[in-house]
Nanobody, 113 residues
Framework: QVQLVESGGGLVQPGGSLRLSCAAS????????MRWYRQAPGKERELVAS????????TYADSVKGRFTISRDDAKNTIYLQMNSLKSEDTAVYYC??????WGQGTQVTVSS
């Protein structure tokens, strides 16, 4: 059974940093891809970052390029989203997605002074 558990969200001031984690179980990082999405109140879910398991190529939404970094730790079956220079518009619930397999429950990120 596929399970994805996010952690690392919280309240941070503008300009600060957070690192989100997504611990995966029930599958291994061999094929496919993992993605981070976010959904702000009243808005549609938005793809933030993606990493391909085979090519290891990472892609990002224009709104987070240069500030966010997606990475993986195969030994821990975990992916991360390092978020730097956070802005108020980054406030959202962040979701981990294993493409074609499932979703995590989400973790709240609030950027506010």
């Amino acid at each position: 059974q596929v399970q994805l558990v996010e952690s690392g969200g919280g309240l941070v001031q503008p300009g600060g940093s957070l690192r989100l984690s997504c611990a995966a179980s029930g599958f291994t990082f061999r094929t496919g891809a993992m993605r981070w999405y976010r959904q702000a109140p009243g808005k549609e879910r938005e793809l933030v970052a993606s990493i391909d398991f085979i090519t290891r190529i990472a892609t990002y939404a224009d709104s987070v390029k240069g500030r966010f970094t997606i990475s993986r730790d195969d030994a821990k079956n975990t992916i991360y989203l390092q978020m730097n220079s956070l802005k108020s518009e980054d406030t959202a619930v962040y979701y981990c997605n294993a493409v074609g397999l499932g979703w995590g429950q989400g973790t709240q990120v609030t950027v506010s002074s």
